[in-house]
Structure formats: C-alpha cells, structure tokens
C-alpha cells in the first residue's frame, strides 16, 4: 500500500483549441497522504480546477491529459479508459462542485440519485441502498431525511444541496474527496457549517481531501498543506502554518496581502496591479514577472524552477528571500 | 462627515406576490437614513431583502408602502415623469458584470447611453469625448473605445460599468455586491477605485453586499439585516469591535480567518438555515435560529432603538 493517497507526478493537461495549445497544467506534482486535507489555491483561470478534473478523469474534447501519472492509493489512473474509470469514480474518489444544482439531476428526487452509487459500486439490495442513503442523510446533519429522500433539488436550499451533495459523495466511503469551491456560492454561516462538515467528515473515516479554493480564508482553516498555483504552474507550496507565517512567492504575498482584515480599516487595500496572463501567449520569463514588484532582468528571459527553501516549503522565485 | 441626510426611509415595506393568496415579505417596515457623502453598507445573506430594499430606496421598485425621501422630497409621491430628474441623481452598479454589460454595444456606447439619454453633451463628438474622460476617470484606456464586453475580463468590464454609472455625475450610488463576481487580487483594485472616486466626487454610496471583510473596508456606517429587517446599524468600528445583536455576532464570528493559528473547531456556529420570506417567524424573525431566544422573541417583534451608540433590535441587547 503506497503512503499517499494521492501522489501526482509531473502532470501536464490542457485544451487544444483552434488558437494553439492551452497549458492549463503545467508540470505539477503533488501529494496528499491519508487523511490529509491539502489546499490548492489561486485566482480564477490558474488551473486549479483543471487538476481536479484531470484526476477524476473528467476532462472533455479539448482537454486532454498530455503527460505525467496520476496515481490513486497505489493504482495508476492515467491512461484508463472511461470504462475502467468508472468503478474507481465515486467509489474511491468523488467530487463536489460549487454549484451542486449543476451537478444534481433535476428530476430525480436525491435520494434516488445517491441510492445509484450504492446500486452500481455496492452489492447491496435496493431496500439496503435506501436505507444506508437515508443513514448518511442524516449523517451529514440533514434534517427529516426520511422526508429529504423524496425531496427533488429545486425543493432545497442552496446549504442542503450542498450537504446533499457531500453526502452522494461519501457514501461509497471514498478514500479521496476532490472538494472544488465546496462553499463559494454559499452563505458565511452556512459555509461555517460545511466546512466543518468535510473536515468532520475526514477526521472520522480517515479520507483525504483535496480542497480547491480561491478564499485563503478557507484555506486557512482547513489544509494541512498548500499549494499556491499561478499560470498552471505551482509556485510555492507549505504546510498552512509555514505557508502563512513565511510566506516567500511574490505572488503569494500579494494575495495574503489582499484579504482584508477585521481589526483596521486602511485607506487603500494593497493589489496586485495587472491581470492573469494569456495562457496561449505566456511570458519567456517567469508567468508572474509581468505583475511583480520586485521582478529584475533574469525574470523576463528564464523561468525559475520550484525549490526547496526550507523544511517541505518550495517556491518558484529568484528573487525570494531577497525582495 | 457629513451629518446632512441625503435619503431617508420611512416605515418602507416591500412584498411580492407568492403562490396562492401568500406574500413574499421582502422588506418590512424598514427606517433607514444615508447621510451625504457617507458609504452606508447593507449586510445580511441571500434572500434578506438587501438587494430589493436597495432598488426600492432608488425608485427601481415602487415600495408596497412607505416612504422614501431625497433631500426632502418624497420620491414615492412622484409621478414617473416627475421622478426622472432625481433617477439621474441616483445610479446602480451591478454584481455581474458579465450580464450587466449589453454583448452586441461597443464600450463607447454603453458609457455614451445614460449621456445620450439625458442630452447631456451637444453633439456626437462632445459625447465621445466624455466617454473617454470616463473611462479614463475608471482606469480603462482609450484604444479600447470600440470593443465589445467579451473582450475585457471581468474587473475591466465592472471598470466600464462603473464609468457608465458615474457618468451622469449621481450624488448616490447603490453598489450592488460589485465585487462578488471578481478574483481577490482584482477585488482589491475595484474597491480602491470606488473610494478614489467617491472622494473626488462626493459620491454617496449605498453598499450592499454579503461579504463582511469588504464591508468591513468600505463602510463609514453598517446597516445588518436579516427577513426583511434591520438588526442593528452602527459605524464599523462598532459594529465590527463590538456587535451587539446575536445575529451580527454569528456572522462576523463565522468568517473563516485567513490565518490557521486562529483556527477554531469548537466555535459556535449558527445552526440552521435562514426561514422563508414568505411565512417569517412571529416576534424576532431571527428567534428560530437565536440560541438566547425566549418566549418574549418568540411572540413580540423588537423594534430597532438606540443603544450604545448605535441602533439594535433585539429585546436582550443589553444581558448578552
């Protein structure tokens, strides 16, 4: 039994489109082990979500994985036919999204479309299938799931779709969760209670997390380690405390820099100025030179490699720990 | 800052028609004023009635009873005809600039519309030229004078559509979560861009938004509401350091810090989902969910008085 969970290796997938390739991903490595909850976070378009994607083995025409491994509690993933996904996904792996109206059917009442995992992955009868979706109804803090069984998507609200969607998730015991923005679409005190929710969820049945989310807020509270994404490419990853405390990547600085705190009430909000590279026509230098404050000549013309600057903290910078 | 009201609502009531003979109780007998030159910002979750409270404020939705005064006129006793020079004074900035923003208009004539509308410049040229100044004023260049919406990211096209809200130079300015739909990086630009131009200006913003952190930074004073009520309404720097009714406590505590030391797994959460808007809860609408309830919450409805500075709904403010 491998160590990892998850443990990706140089993955590389993007879109070929009529403009020429887009490297969504690029050269990404990454481990999760059991039990762990790992963060991957960055701006809209970094790739973040692309990873997820790749590992689920959900990537349509375009996409296309175009190099490395993706390997899955020992097992070799990339390369597997859609047919030999399928008993992994939703069995050993499963997904959330941040909108769970676009990834519930509509007009099956949820019970039914949770029982459909049991049915296909579990050798289970469908009086047994009900009984254990109703079991992690409830499980999940949902309340009357007797009544929830029968209840269609468009009956809920956007917190119990959410769970509802947790629950499809976990009830084939998965050993790797893929949380994708579990909570960006919804209320801060209904967002306190999912997060709290998945990190419940992990600590009790041991499954790892892999938790993609743009709020360092979020990242903060839940991720025992974390992976700054920028351009498709890593550039700096730590466990969260190092991570926070030791922050080195320009760009992680600027985006720690950018949360607005409680306590004070500045004139200016510090910003990163420009905006996220085209991916078809990405710098020579380094993708972030072009919005960094302390980018010199080497920076334009070379593309710096992830290193190691400290105990398990890498980041992708010639400049660090100088600017 | 200015003490003078610029807008101020009385016992203003907002229902929508439901299902069968029901109601949607979007706003309920709300009193609210926005002092001249002030950001004032509206703060509860999806389906508090912030956003209807905010059109119905600026005449975009005629109130089901109420009154709205601006700078001593009562907006609600205008004819449409009437109201019209007052709407100029009154603009909206919108949360989704990927569907606020026309795909088949140039940039030109998106900002050019509300100039054109109201005759504002004497000619063609005159009115080119003033878009340019504004989208100059908002940061966006000239050279991209004729392109379409698809062609800016979603910052650029919130810069266009705040060049296009400021254009007729309003006094107020209800921004409508602006910056929900942007990355955090881009975020911080817009809400930089906003406070330069309020200052240079005078704009007077109403800001509503669910985002406490922003919140946080753009407002002089914080309206909480909750179903179609005001909570609680202070300065930040109250509201924030010291939140006296439940609610707003829960909310701010429920922020998820940006730093894992201040982690807390025990930390109280408020349990339960907000009740529907169209069968609120008898006395304090928040009482189904408030661990302090007690039979008092739960049969009379606590007015919004002043306390501490600030104003508060609810009958425990002072015991908890």
């Not at chain 1, 375009?62 to 992994?88: H, M």
């Not at chain 1, 893929?178 to 709290?196: F, M």
């Not at chain 1, 969260?240 to 607005?260: E, W």
């Not at chain 2, 100029?88 to 949360?95: A, G, N, S, T």
Request: charged share 25%; net charge neutral; proline share 7%.
């Amino acid at each position: 039994m491998d160590e990892y969970t998850l443990k990706i290796e140089h993955l590389s997938s993007g879109f070929f489109t009529e403009r020429g390739y887009v490297p969504a991903v690029d050269d990404v490595s990454l481990t999760i082990g059991k039990g762990q909850v790992v963060g991957i976070v960055g701006e809209s378009g970094c790739g973040k979500s692309m990873i997820a994607r790749s590992v689920m083995g959900l990537l349509k025409y375009p996409g296309r994985i175009t190099g490395g491994s993706i390997i899955l509690a020992g097992q070799e993933l990339t390369g597997l036919t859609d047919r030999q996904l399928q008993p992994i996904r939703g069995k050993d792996m499963a997904m959330i999204f941040q909108e769970p109206m676009t990834s519930l059917n509509p007009v099956v009442p949820v019970g039914k479309q949770m029982r459909e995992a049991l049915l296909l992955h579990e050798n289970m009868s469908k009086a047994e299938a009900k009984a254990e979706v109703i079991r992690m109804l409830s499980h999940v803090g949902i309340s009357e799931p007797e009544k929830r069984y029968n209840a269609y998507p468009h009956e809920l609200s956007g917190g119990l779709r959410q769970r509802v969607m947790i629950a499809m998730a976990m009830i084939c015991r998965p050993k790797l969760l893929i949380a994708d923005e579990p909570t960006t679409a919804l209320d801060v005190t209904i967002e306190a209670q999912i997060l709290r929710l998945i990190r419940d969820l992990s600590r009790e049945t041991g499954m790892s997390v892999l938790l993609i989310s743009h709020n360092l807020g979020v990242i903060a509270q839940m991720c025992d380690k974390v992976y700054v994404m920028y351009a498709g490419k890593i550039v700096e990853q730590a466990d969260a405390l190092t991570l926070f405390d030791k922050r080195a990547h320009p760009y992680t600085r600027g985006l720690m820099d950018s949360v607005i705190r409680l306590d004070a009430s500045p004139q200016r909000l510090p910003a990163i100025g420009g905006v996220v590279p085209n991916l078809l026509r990405l710098p020579a230098g380094c993708a972030f030179a072009p919005r960094c404050p302390h980018a010199r000549e080497i920076c334009h013309t070379e593309r710096p490699e992830l290193e190691q600057i400290g105990p398990g903290h890498w980041c992708r910078c010639f400049e660090r720990g100088r600017s | 800052m200015a003490e003078k009201i610029l807008l101020e609502a009385k016992d203003l009531v907002k229902e929508f028609p439901a299902k069968g003979r029901k109601k949607v109780h979007a706003v309920s007998h709300v009193d609210l004023t926005i002092r001249a030159g002030e950001t004032l910002a509206l703060v509860g979750e999806s389906g508090c009635g912030k956003s209807t409270l905010g059109r119905t404020l600026i005449g975009l939705i005629p109130p089901t009873a109420g009154t709205v005064t601006f700078e001593g006129t009562d907006l609600t006793a205008l004819s449409q005809k009437e109201l019209a020079p007052y709407r100029r004074q009154m603009q909206l900035i919108f949360q989704d600039p990927y569907a606020s923003l026309d795909p088949r208009m140039t940039v030109r004539d998106i900002v050019a519309e509300p100039l054109e509308t109201y005759g504002v410049c004497p000619d063609r040229a005159a009115t080119t030229q003033r878009v340019r100044e504004l989208l100059d004023e908002v940061g966006i260049p000239e050279e991209f004078l004729y392109r379409y919406p698809h062609q800016f990211s979603g910052g650029q096209r919130q810069r266009i559509g705040i060049a296009r809200a400021i254009a007729l130079r309003p006094r107020l300015i209800v921004c409508d979560e602006p910056v929900s739909a942007l990355d955090v990086s881009v975020q911080s630009q817009i809400l930089n861009l906003l406070k330069d131009l309020q200052e240079r200006f005078a704009l007077t913003y109403l800001f509503i938004s669910h985002d406490l952190s922003v919140v946080r930074f753009m407002a002089d004073r914080v309206a909480v509401m909750f179903l179609g009520k005001l909570c609680e309404v202070g300065t930040g720097a109250d509201v924030y350091a010291r939140p006296l009714h439940p609610y707003t406590r829960f909310l701010l505590e429920a922020i998820p810090q940006a730093d894992p030391r201040l982690r807390d797994d025990e930390k109280n959460l408020l349990q339960g989902e907000i009740p529907s808007p169209i069968d609120p809860p008898a006395g304090c609408r928040f009482h189904t969910r408030c661990p302090y309830a007690t039979d008092r919450c739960r049969t009379e409805p606590p007015s919004l008085r002043p306390l501490e500075g600030r104003l508060v709904a609810c009958h425990r403010a002072e015991e908890l």
